[in-house]
């Protein structure tokens, strides 16, 4: 019988499994060498489109405030209670608050999460990964008589019996490493970003790419960055939310460009300003 202590074990064993497969993935800049910092960032990331409940009130019980980008400096305050979890990622600490182990699981992207789904599963099962897309066929790799996981609603999963559990873990763990390592090797070959006409592209950080129009250097990736796109603005577009501007804009020699977030123009390097009804009127030919 898998009482709630070991699933909760469990649960976290599973979460620095994926965190394993994740430092091979598309955020793998925040978590190959996880400071807090790193995590405050991938937190925003992660929440930035976030609409699930669970994640949500997790960040509010963790952070003790509810995410909003109204509140981006009070999460920039904050960045000392991910030391717990970047302690726990790099295997120096365990952890035991249920929030912080549950953030954690979101900053990896680990499902199912809560907690409370995962004991859920029941004492019959333990997820021990996610299924990734290089896995679909793990069965294959394992022998007759070793056989330990299934696939399971898109995860890998083992049955919990206390003779094994600990074996049938263990397994799973060689696989997702073995498999993180070849992914990585890939994952290197494109570690790097470059500006294309209205959006950014990865690329390999050795290429020298020589046919984008409107191109800046490259740049090493990040994950924040590469999600700016520069707007093609129409009488549709949505400038404000309420009376907050949610759009940026560069102007330089008599240029006006539009951006869907703050920073700099990756084109000319001018300061990118919030939109003011004034120059929605002036420069977007648009209504808000």
């Given amino acids: 019988m898998t009482t709630k202590h070991d699933a909760l074990e469990e649960y976290k064993k599973a979460i620095r499994v994926k965190f394993e497969v994740e430092k091979g993935k598309e955020y793998s800049s925040f978590l190959i060498v996880p400071s807090r910092a790193q995590l405050r960032k991938l937190c925003l990331v992660r929440f930035r489109n976030n ?11 963790f952070l003790g405030f509810e995410f909003s980008t109204v509140n981006k400096n009070k999460l920039q305050s904050a960045t000392d209670k991910f030391r717990p979890i970047e302690n726990f990622l790099k295997g120096e600490t365990d952890m035991s608050d249920p929030e912080a182990i549950n953030m954690a699981a979101i900053l990896v992207d680990y499902n199912p999460r809560p907690f409370n789904k995962f004991a859920k599963l029941g004492s019959n099962e333990i997820v021990v990964q996610e299924l990734d897309d290089e896995v679909q066929n793990i069965n294959r790799l394992i022998t007759n008589d070793e056989k330990p996981v299934f696939v399971k609603n898109n995860a890998i999963v083992a049955p919990s019996s206390k003779g094994n559990l600990k074996k049938k873990l263990g397994v799973g763990l060689l696989l997702t490493f073995g498999l993180f390592g070849a992914k990585n090797m890939i994952f290197k070959e494109k570690q790097c970003m470059q500006w294309k006409e209205d959006h950014y592209e990865l690329v390999d950080c050795q290429s020298k790419q020589v046919g984008f129009a409107n191109t800046k250097i490259i740049k090493p990736y990040d994950a924040i960055e590469f999600e700016r796109k520069e707007l093609t603005v129409c009488d549709t577009t949505t400038f404000f939310n309420g009376k907050k501007p949610v759009v940026w804009y560069s102007k330089k020699d008599n240029v006006v460009q539009f951006f869907n977030m703050d920073g700099e123009n990756p084109e000319n390097d001018a ?12 420069y977007a030919k648009s209504f808000e």
């Fill in 51 to 61: 609409t699930k409940k669970d994640d949500l009130k997790c960040f509010e019980l």
């Fill in 271 to 282: 300061e990118l300003k919030r939109v003011s009804k004034h120059i929605v009127r002036t």
